[in-house]
């Protein structure tokens, strides 16, 4: 997960689903796939599966840098993204609640 700076509600729903497509594409460049994504108009949440091989916070730097980038250049001028994120594992057992929680 991770937030707009000061959390200001800065994606706008008209191109939200466009931000979670460049996310993805993002995943997946890193072998990885993004499972669910979806957020609110201050912060985005995210299951993904990642390959193990590949450092979590080399992911999550290039998400946040490149997605900050494409909407400050296509939509929000004004956009950053807080300088922290929250980043968790879960087991296959529960990743189906966490894709509901995430969907919800």
């Known amino acids: 997960m991770f937030g707009t700076k000061d ?3 800065l994606i706008a729903e008209s ?7 460049y ?9 990885g796939e993004a499972v669910e994504i979806n957020g609110m108009p201050d912060h985005v949440h995210l299951l993904v599966r990642l390959d193990p091989r590949g ?3 080399d992911v999550l730097r ?11 250049k296509d939509h929000q001028p004004k956009f950053n993204l ?11 057992s529960v990743a189906s ?8």
Do not use: D, T
């Not at 609640?97 to 919800?104: C, N, P, S």
């Open 55 to 57: 450092a979590i916070s």
């Open 62 to 72: 290039e998400l946040k840098s490149s997605s900050s980038k494409w909407v400050r």
């Open 97 to 104: 609640k966490v894709r509901k929680h995430i969907r919800e």
């Open 23 to 31: 996310l993805g594409g993002i995943i997946r460049n890193h072998r």
């Open 15 to 21: 191109w939200q689903s466009e931000l979670y497509r």
């Open 82 to 92: 807080q300088r922290r994120y929250g980043a968790f594992a879960v087991s296959e």
């Open 7 to 9: 959390h200001v509600p």
